[in-house]
C-alpha cells in the first residue's frame, strides 16, 4: 500500500487542486494533516468524496516537516509498504512526476526517491544562492552529490521506503536532511525520481520574511545532517551563528505524545 502524506496549513485556495491531483496518481491512499488551519482548509478537504483521502485534525500548528512524521507513523500502522510526501500547496500538473517517485519506491528497490527542482535553474537571489551551497556541501560530504546534486528531501515531492522508516525512525523524517543522511549512513537506495521545475510545483508564493526563516531552517537542518552524520551530535551552528529559522517551532512533542500514547 502507497500512502501519500499531505501536510496542510491554511492551503484553503490550493488543497482541492493538490488532491484532485493527488487522485490521479497511483497511490492507494492520501492522508491530509490539517494542523492549525485558520482558514477554510478543512472544509476543502471535506468537500472532495473520496475514500482515498483520509483527514486528521489538529487545532495546533505542527511546525515545518513534523507533519510528515505523524503521517508516515500513522500510515506505517496502518499497513504501508511505501510513504510520498507532498505539500498541500503543490498544485501543479505534476501526477506523472509523483506516479514516477511511486515506482521508484514500490517496484525499483529505491529507499529515497527525490525530485531535481534545480537542474534547469539558475537564480540571483543571494539566499537561494547561499542555501544551494549548503545543499551542494552536504550532499558532496555525504558522497552523493555526483548522483543527486542539489536535490535533498527539503524540497519537492519525494517518496521513502519502509525499510528506510524501520531503520532511521519517523522523527528524523521531520529534518528532511537528517534523514537523507542517515539513509546514506545505512547504506540504502537513494536516486533522483523526478525532475519538476521549481515554478511547475505552483506552490504558494509568500513574503521574504518567510523565505528566510525557511532558508535558515533548511541551512541549519544541512548543519544538522552532516553533524549527525560524522559524529551522531547535533548542531545547527555555522561560522558562530546558530541557523534556527521555523526549527523552534517544530512540535516534537506533539509526535513523541502520538508514539507513546498509541504504543
Known amino acids: 500500500m502507497i500512502y501519500t502524506i499531505v501536510p496542510a496549513r491554511n492551503e484553503g485556495e490550493k ?3 493538490t488532491l484532485n491531483m493527488l487522485l490521479k496518481t497511483n497511490t492507494d491512499k492520501i492522508l491530509v494533516l490539517i494542523n492549525g488551519t485558520t482558514d477554510n482548509t478543512l ?17 495546533k500548528p505542527l511546525g515545518l516537516d513534523v507533519p510528515r512524521s505523524i ?4 500510515a506505517y500502522n496502518l499497513g504501508a509498504s511505501a510513504f510520498v510526501f507532498v505539500d498541500g500547496d503543490m498544485c501543479g500538473d505534476i501526477h506523472s512526476n509523483i506516479n514516477e517517485i511511486i515506482f521508484d519506491v514500490s517496484s525499483r528497490n529505491v529507499d529515497m526517491a527525490l525530485t531535481d527542482c534545480y537542474s534547469k535553474t539558475n537564480t540571483n537571489n543571494n539566499i537561494a544562492k547561499i542555501l544551494l551551497s549548503f545543499r551542494r556541501e552536504l550532499n558532496l560530504e555525504l558522497g552523493i ?3 543527486i546534486g542539489y536535490a535533498i528531501p527539503s524540497h519537492g515531492p519525494h517518496g521513502v521506503s519502509k525499510r528506510l522508516v ?9 529534518i528532511p536532511p537528517v534523514s537523507l543522511a542517515l539513509a546514506v549512513r545505512n547504506k540504502l537506495n537513494i536516486r533522483v525520481s523526478t525532475q519538476i521545475p521549481n ?8 513574503d521574504e520574511f518567510h523565505a528566510l526563516q525557511i532558508a535558515k531552517t533548511i541551512i541549519g537542518d544541512c548543519i544538522e545532517a552532516s553533524s549527525m552524520y560524522r559524529d551522531n551530535k547535533s548542531k545547527r551552528g555555522f561560522d558562530g551563528i ?6 523552534k517551532s517544530r512540535r516534537f512533542d506533539i509526535l513523541d505524545w502520538i508514539i ?4
Open 15 to 17: 488543497i482541492d487542486s
Open 43 to 59: 472544509q476543502k478537504v471535506y468537500s472532495i468524496d473520496n475514500d482515498k483521502i483520509e483527514i486528521h485534525y489538529f487545532n
Open 71 to 74: 503521517g508516515a507513523y500513522f
Open 145 to 147: 552529490y555526483h548522483r
Open 166 to 174: 524501520e531503520k532511521i525512525g519517523f522523527h528524523r523524517l521531520s
Open 199 to 206: 515554478d511547475m510545483l505552483e506552490s504558494t508564493i509568500k
Open 242 to 247: 546558530d541557523f534556527l529559522g521555523y526549527h
Open 260 to 263: 507513546e500514547t498509541s504504543d
